[in-house]
């Protein structure tokens, strides 16, 4: 008989689990998902299943036949995972493409650091950005997208990306964001990616997770607050060159990846204190590739940039001690 080992008091029992708090991101992500397959049609949802079945798939396989551990997929973990790499890339994205991705976002991101909780950067931004770097004429065509019932959709360049052709080309901030009406920013997605069909959606979310105490606003907040006062700045300082501060917060993938990938448990920090450093390192570094990066979008950078950077804050800002003052 094996012998019982029990800590040291005191004891704190919850009734939460890995898979009940991974089940309540899954319904926060529901109206995104809905959203999305409503938008792009059946196409998204061929999209959805590729990378959740891959990711799921992988990480069976690779726990069973290379760990020899037992199964993790029932954590739900992966799910997650396949559900953002899939609302990360152009419905258009071949499923081979897509299995790539998923192979890289939990065989190398994930699975190479021992699974769920010891993995450094969010897999699914890491396989995104593998994707990026190497499949970029995938990664970044936005073909007119037809919606469930065949309803008719803008086509052409991202918002972000508009802003930058138009820009190298002598066009002013002003002339190139009026073709843009912020109810449409907010309600609808005008070219993108799959997780950025819908504002709304996505805060619904994570107004949910706030509610279920599955995490914390401090992060979500601090990189929203940064973005804005950032964006301020330069659009005060030149506005025929910089966007506004609306327009930047409403843009790109910044509400999908501040709201469900930056406050992942495992790679952000464990204090509030450090989350906030955490947040505003996401939201400087987001506006300052937006601003002068050759590349138009930076949430998925900056999130990556700053995991690397969660056991420094982790080591400066410790928690309390329980029962410390």
């Not at 912020?182 to 799959?194: H, Q």
């Not at 506005?239 to 609306?246: G, H, M, Q, S, V």
């Not at 409403?250 to 930056?262: D, K, R, S, V």
Request: proline content about 5%.
């Amino acid at each position: 008989m094996s012998k019982l080992l029990v800590s040291p008091s005191p004891h704190i029992h919850s009734k939460d689990s890995t898979k009940s708090l991974m089940l309540d991101v899954v319904i926060a992500l529901i109206p995104a998902v809905i959203c999305s397959v409503v938008f792009y049609g059946w196409q998204e949802l061929l999209v959805l299943g590729v990378s959740v079945a891959s990711c799921v798939l992988l990480e069976w396989a690779i726990t069973k036949y290379m760990l020899k551990a037992p199964s993790t997929i029932g954590d739900l973990s992966a799910v997650i995972t396949g559900i953002l790499l899939a609302l990360n890339v152009p419905y258009t994205t071949p499923w081979w493409v897509i299995f790539i991705g998923a192979v890289v976002a939990i065989g190398v991101a994930k699975m190479t650091f021992g699974g769920i909780g010891q993995n450094i950067w969010n897999p699914a931004l890491v396989g995104r950005v593998f994707l990026l770097v190497s499949f970029p004429t995938y990664m970044t065509t936005w073909n007119a997208p037809k919606g469930l019932f065949g309803a008719d959709a803008v086509s052409g360049p991202t918002p972000l990306g508009a802003i930058q052709e138009g820009l190298m080309k002598g066009s002013t901030v002003q002339e190139l964001t009026s073709a843009y009406d912020y109810k449409d920013l907010l309600f609808a997605n005008l070219g993108g990616s799959a997780g950025e069909v819908c504002a709304l959606a996505l805060l619904a979310g994570f107004v949910y997770l706030c509610i279920r105490k599955v995490i914390k606003p401090w992060i979500t907040l601090s990189i929203f607050a940064t973005v804005a006062v950032t964006s301020l700045i330069f659009w005060g300082i030149h506005p025929a060159r910089f966007t506004d501060p609306l327009f930047n917060l409403l843009t790109g993938g910044l509400i999908l990846g501040a709201c469900f990938m930056a406050t992942d448990y495992v790679t952000s920090p464990m204090s509030v204190k450090g989350g906030i450093v955490f947040g505003i390192g996401i939201g400087f570094l987001t506006m300052m590739i937006r601003y002068f990066g050759s590349y138009p979008e930076g949430v998925s950078f900056a999130i990556l940039i700053m995991n690397s950077v969660v056991p420094l804050l982790n080591m400066w800002f410790k928690q309390k001690k329980f029962g410390r003052k």
